[in-house]
Nanobody, 120 residues
C-alpha cells in the first residue's frame, strides 16, 4: 500500500505562487506514476499534471506554462510549483499515485487534499 499526504495549500492573490508537496510512504518502489488532480466546488475532478518514475511529465491544458510538476525520489516527495495563479485555479488539490500491488495488480491511492484559494 501507498500513503500520501499533501501540504502547501493556502490563500494567495492572483498572479502569486504556491508550491504543493505530496509525501509518499509505504511501498514506495511500487509506484509507477504520480498525479496532481484538482476539484472545484460543483465541478468534476480534473487532471492537473502527472509524472512517471523516469520523470516524464504531462499537464492539463489550463495549467501548461504556469505549473511545474517534479519529484524528489530521495525524499519520496512530489511537488507542484504553481505560478501566475488565477482565481479559476481555486480548488482542492489532490495527490494520487498509481502503484503495483504484491500480486501484480494496479491500484491507486489518494491523499486527503489541500485547499488552494486564489483571490482576485
Amino acid at each position: 500500500q501507498v500513503q500520501l499526504v499533501e501540504s502547501g495549500g493556502g490563500l494567495v492573490q492572483a498572479g502569486g505562487s504556491l508550491r504543493l508537496s505530496c509525501a509518499a510512504s509505504g511501498s514506495i518502489d511500487s509506484i509507477v506514476r504520480m498525479y496532481w488532480y484538482r476539484q472545484a466546488p460543483g465541478e468534476q475532478r480534473d487532471l492537473v499534471a502527472g509524472i512517471t518514475k523516469s520523470g516524464s511529465t504531462k499537464y492539463g491544458d489550463s495549467v501548461k506554462g504556469r505549473f511545474t510538476i517534479s519529484r524528489d525520489n530521495t525524499k519520496n516527495t512530489m511537488y507542484l510549483q504553481m505560478n501566475s495563479l488565477k482565481p479559476e485555479d481555486t480548488a482542492v488539490y489532490y495527490c494520487a499515485a498509481l502503484f503495483h500491488t504484491s500480486v501484480g495488480l494496479e491500484e491507486d491511492s489518494w491523499g486527503q487534499g489541500t485547499q488552494v484559494t486564489v483571490s482576485s
